[in-house]
């Protein structure tokens, strides 16, 4: 029997934070390893904001990094025997407002350095995909291990400036200078995850990455973000008692109540029920 009272991570989405600090967690590594061995290694995904998107990335940048024990309990520790520790590029966009174009120079030039604080940089090295260039080559050739990229709400900064055609201009030719290198940069790269609310091919920063596979509206992904009616009458069956109990009504009614304000979301033909994970994670802590 779970312990009352549990911990719901309201506002946490480090994947390593929540494991740390015993918090709620649905399980979705059985997706990150399926993933992470897939045919494809270029891979976008698309979802709506507030749906676990910056969770995955940090489950992934967990994964990759070798952090085995995080996973201690779920699906991956089954799964995965190898544990190869590779380097790992983590960028998220979502952290700032991007109203003028010098805040997403100084945005990228940040994370930048402190990639080059690890890895170097050369002289030369004086544009945004010369940098990125130059820090994936290094740490392939300092680690001998090929590089993941991880990319975290790619379409931020061109939403942020989406009413001003001018700077939205401007923004969309710095992104396509920083993201330039990823296409060449392939036989250093073992694994390359975008996530956006928007998709790819609209914003026209990625023209040359033609080898970037779309997940969005797949089948076997369409559940590796929210959480299934399955997962919540399962995982979270605890969770839905309580709520019951504190409203005064069956665990029948508590779960009608919960299907018609939180339920409805499906990403493929054949997806079933997705809610929506931070509203459902928000009403169980408030009972």
């Known amino acids: 029997m779970e312990r009352q009272g549990r911990l719901y991570p309201i506002g946490i989405q480090t994947f390593e934070k929540i494991r740390v600090g015993n918090y709620m967690y649905i399980d979705k590594t059985e997706y990150v390893y399926r993933m992470a061995h897939s045919d494809s290694n270029y891979i976008f995904l698309s979802r709506p904001r507030r749906f676990g998107k910056s969770l995955l990335v940090s489950t992934l940048e967990a994964y990759f990094l070798g952090k085995k024990e995080l996973f201690n309990g779920l699906d991956m520790e089954q799964l995965e025997k190898d544990w190869t520790v590779y380097p790992v590029l983590h960028i998220d966009f979502s952290g700032s407002k991007y109203m003028e174009a010098e805040s997403l120079r100084a945005s990228i030039n940040v994370?930048?350095?402190?990639?080059?604080?690890?890895y170097g940089r050369q002289e030369g090295e004086d544009t945004f995909s010369l940098r990125l260039e130059g820090i994936i080559r290094r740490a392939y050739e300092q680690t001998g291990q090929q590089v993941v990229v991880l990319v975290d709400e790619y379409d931020a900064p061109m939403l942020d400036s989406n009413n001003n055609h001018e700077l939205q201009h401007e923004i969309r030719g710095i992104m396509r200078d920083f993201f330039s290198p990823l296409k060449k940069s392939g036989k250093y790269l073992r694994f390359l995850f975008l996530t956006g609310i928007s998709k790819f091919s609209q914003m026209s920063i990625f023209s040359e990455l033609n080898n970037l596979q779309n997940v969005s509206m797949s089948d076997n992904y369409s559940t590796i973000c929210g959480i299934t009616e399955q997962e919540l009458l399962t995982q979270m069956k605890?969770?839905?008692?309580?709520?019951?109990?504190?409203?005064?009504?069956?665990?029948?009614?508590?779960?009608?109540?919960?299907?018609?304000?939180?339920?409805?979301?499906?990403?493929s033909k054949s997806c079933v029920d997705v809610y929506n994970p931070f509203s459902l994670i928000n009403a169980f802590a408030q009972k």
């Open 238 to 267: 605890i969770d839905v008692e309580q709520m019951a109990q504190a409203n005064d009504e069956t665990y029948e009614e508590a779960c009608a109540h919960l299907k018609k304000q939180y339920d409805g979301y499906h990403f």
């Open 111 to 118: 994370q930048l350095l402190l990639w080059e604080n690890v």
